[in-house]
Antibody, heavy 119, light 110 residues
């Protein structure tokens, strides 16, 4: 069965960095694009970034462009989100998610991991 | 990358039908057939209900249906059940090669 497990969250001070990891299993990792989606406490879903199945293409939300970087490692069946220059407004549960075969819909989600940016 | 517009809340009684709208622009909802709908219960990850405007993944009840007209997509839930009480989000691919979500709709089953 498809599993996505996030790790690397926690409390970090404003301006610092954090790297989230997403371990994938139960499917052919190299065949699927991967997304990161976040949800601030009590708020709605916000798309963060996507990386194509090959890693060639990467796209970001304007709110994180230039600060966050998405990557993947097929040898480890993992996706990553490097978050730099963190701001209090980046506080959220971050979900790793798999895109369906096409169409930018997300068919599997991780359980989510909390990132808190606070001094 | 403005969020798609959804009503903040809707409600219905068991057995009734409700429709949730999702309004965007010609650069997202109106320009592509890549609208999806998700259900999220408190403390849980979202679940895909509809993809490509009107398609249901296997295992999703046929009480959920999707459609689109112009820049507005809609999710209809028929035969409301208590377990449908949840938050619902639409999303769409955009012309900037990004994904945008709606603000979410809280469905209350009375």
């Amino acid at each position: 069965q498809v599993q996505l497990v996030e790790s690397g969250g926690g409390v970090v001070q404003p301006g610092r960095s954090l790297r989230l990891s997403c371990a994938a299993s139960g499917f052919t990792f190299t065949s699927y694009a991967m997304h990161w989606v976040r949800q601030a406490p009590g708020k709605g879903l916000e798309w963060v970034a996507v990386i194509s199945f090959s890693g060639t293409y990467k796209y970001y939300a304007d709110s994180v462009k230039g600060r966050f970087s998405i990557s993947r490692d097929s040898s480890k069946n993992s996706a990553y989100l490097q978050m730099n220059s963190l701001r209090p407004e980046d506080t959220a549960v971050y979900y790793c998610a798999r895109e369906r075969s096409s169409g930018w819909s997300i068919d599997y989600w991780g359980q989510g991991i909390l990132v808190t940016v606070s001094s | 990358q403005s969020a798609l517009t959804q009503p903040a809340s809707v409600s219905g009684s068991p057995g009734q039908s409700i429709t949730i709208s999702c309004t965007g622009t010609s650069s997202d909802v109106g320009g592509y057939n890549y609208v999806s709908w998700y259900q999220q219960h408190p403390g849980k990850a979202p679940k895909l209900l509809i993809y490509d405007v009107s398609n249901r993944p296997s295992g999703v009840s046929n009480r959920f249906s999707g459609s689109k007209s112009g820049n507005t997509a809609s999710l209809t839930i028929s035969g409301l059940q208590a377990e449908d009480d949840a938050d619902y989000y639409c999303s769409s691919y955009t012309s900037d090669s990004t994904l945008v979500f709606g603000g979410g709709t809280k469905l209350t089953v009375l």
